[in-house]
């Protein structure tokens, strides 16, 4: 294990080497020898001779399609059903922090349906003074909320409990997105209705066949849940529930339900179907932890990783990934080259937002040498990121649910990167 | 004029009105008599029994057909060519301050090229130790940052010198779009090529058969300029420059270079015709104002607008709309209901980040007469966006560029909305 840190220094020397210089303007990379002109540059191409798209070729545009592999992909054999599924975000490909609607994971529980604004509906019963019934367009004219939140799937590497049994980042973490959303705080609304004193829970079902149904404590409620229309500036997407969702901060992405039709008002919680059968932690001892709604503090390296290897060799390396915590900001990511016996700090990068995702960066100057990579988040609360054995020893295998280990990806010599587990 | 401020109040006075409620839930809005039962409370509905699209049905989503028209849209009578010219962003119909890359302006000089990762070079030179030509691999080598910023046209508004020309939110002030970039400092491949003590001057030009060539003074280059791969989170898309554009916070858009390149650094601005017969601002004496890069502060209402008319009458009725400044944050927006005899103060939701959009919202109670819809930014700075009859009395009416005079919507009692000035 090796590979030295270089973070903040030049990296001129180490890129001397492949970059060829001089007057000549040779070209960079290992292919091509020193001095011998690079037709990419000393000759004029098609695309600087001739026209492009015009601005009325795509009036909603797609990604170009070098991109095509950059995209959600699910794995057949994890679940019964395409239409109680999931898929994952290619997180491998992405940087930053924003997650593109368009490839964001999804995850339904009897498929995604297509309901219109003047199809839309939205009911508040239960314990309220006043039940309402409330149209689209009513929404709209509630004081709004802009607010960055991450969504991540209380399943989010679930199969990791077992071992390192998926390869690629995508699936073995990509069960994430993060965008903001625009909505009317769920506070107004419950104002509107007026909780009657008795009211401690509230439970919000879906317009799908599955009706997915949460309870959460109306604390949560009254706090900062959004009844969202828009992500990432733009209407919901159809998979992501338009034309209504729930956005819980924190919590784990089941109780962000979409094409939320109902928020009911009781003195106690529902007991749902997705809250006691599925949803909840099954212990060695065979009961359940239950209520296990804060995702807690998390971190993975993207890049590199089993589906992003490095291709250029040694020198200088970006090392970088996300972090996030149910619990409030990301305020520390270390990263280890060697499985855990040596961290050093990375570095935390744009706006740093609770209950967001934060993304890290770490430069070395990689020897070639293997490296057994991990990250390790630490929140505002002081939560440090445990291992996956830290885990194990307390909640043991049982459960797929809330596993917030380190993940470990094995860097070989010739840059492939497989998921592995450090003892 | 009138419409009164209800900011902070309960709004259930006035939804009251329009939503029936009580033991029968009826529904709300105007169409239906109270106590009417809604089938689409009372009655299963197909969505909720039957199945929806499954996880692998788009691997890469696309908006939902009820918002087809959330498009970028052009005006065919502005240029002589589609490869040369311009669409705008639906800013009317969206929230928040990211917009998607689906839907962002384009700006073309001659088309938007297809350029792959592997044919793109990067080449640095003029006056520096060492002329460098780097892949793009090598420039996935560098150290990262992520930033979000605003990329407005310098022509944004132009048309609104000659008055209220255009009509429409996204016609008139739609050459603006917003988003979280991931690239390489500039500033690091300069220093990696050694910028020679007389170079004063960055001269950055596309790949593009316009070659769109802009010079920018050293220290802007060696600022917070961005050599980007990313925008929210993915790659950049085509027609925005794949696979790498230079990032210009707070600059006109003309000088965020696509398909960049080149960097040649000079002892003097090129003068391209760029720089020259373009994006300079003709005064009233003949004289023409140059190197006005700096978007100055301004704001716009998206929402009423021409395109986004308000359907549901009086009553409670929320004004948005967005500003920013390309000399840092924006620290106020004011909104006027009478053509900008009385101003109030807008919220200002979300992360307010420097050189950015930021959202504002004024939540009123409108009385259902007319009113003249205006938004005035303020900056960090101090500096308060003018009255377009201010510019004009300094610049004149001979240029199309740097019109940050604040917008005017005339709303009529119908709630449709109309592109006024007021004298």
Chains 1, 2 share one sequence.
Not at 326 to 352: F, I, M, P, Y
Request: glycine fraction near 10%; aromatic fraction near 8%.
């Amino acid at each position: 294990m090796s590979g030295t840190e270089n973070k903040g220094t030049s990296r001129r020397a180490v890129l001397r080497g492949g970059l060829a210089a001089g007057a000549g303007l040779a070209v960079a990379g290992a292919a091509r020898a020193e001095g011998t002109p690079d037709p990419l540059i000393t000759e004029v191409q098609d695309w600087a001779s001739s026209f492009g798209d015009p601005v009325d070729a795509t009036p909603y545009g797609m990604p170009i399609r070098f991109e095509s592999q950059v995209v959600r992909r699910n794995v057949e054999w994890l679940t019964e059903s395409p239409v109680s599924s999931i898929n994952f975000t290619p997180i491998h490909a992405l940087e930053g922090t924003i997650t593109p609607q368009g490839c964001a994971f999804e995850r339904h529980h009897s498929g995604a349906i297509e309901l219109s604004k003047p199809d839309y509906r939205l009911m508040i019963d239960g314990l309220v003074e006043t039940p309402l019934v409330f149209t689209y367009e009513d929404l709209t004219r509630f004081p709004r909320e802009t607010r960055t939140a991450f969504c991540e799937c209380a399943a989010n590497g679930g199969m990791e409990w077992g071992g390192a049994q998926l390869e690629g980042c995508q699936f073995t973490q990509g069960m994430i997105h993060n965008m903001e959303y625009v909505g009317v705080p769920l506070r107004l609304l419950l104002e509107e209705a007026g909780v009657k004193p008795e009211g401690k829970w509230v439970y919000a079902e879906g317009a799908d066949a599955s009706s997915n149904g949460r309870s959460m404590p109306l604390e949560k409620a009254m706090d900062d849940v959004l009844v969202a229309f828009y992500a990432n500036g733009e209407a919901l997407r159809k998979e992501h529930g338009y034309p209504v969702r729930l956005v819980v901060p924190g919590f784990e992405g089941n109780m962000w339900v979409k094409w939320l039709r109902r928020i009911g008002v009781y003195d106690q919680a529902v007991e749902s179907r997705e809250e006691t059968s599925k949803y909840t932690d099954l212990m060695p001892d065979g009961r359940a932890r239950k209520w296990t709604w804060v995702m807690d503090a998390k971190s993975v390296i993207t890049s590199p990783s089993p589906q992003a290897p490095i291709y250029h060799g040694k020198g200088p390396l970006v090392i970088t990934g996300l972090a996030w915590s149910g619990h409030g900001k990301v305020t520390r990511v270390d990263v280890s080259l060697d499985g855990g016996k040596n961290w050093q700090e990375a570095e935390l990068t744009g706006e740093a937002q609770s209950k967001a995702l934060t993304r890290f960066r770490l430069n070395i100057d990689w020897d070639g040498s293997e490296l057994l990579l991990q990250s390790r988040a630490v929140d505002e609360t002081g939560y440090v990121q445990p291992t996956k054995d830290a885990l194990r020893a307390i909640r043991g295998t049982n459960s797929v649910y809330h596993n917030n280990g380190i993940q470990t990806w094995w860097v070989h010599e010739n840059g492939e990167v497989e998921n592995v587990e450090v003892a």
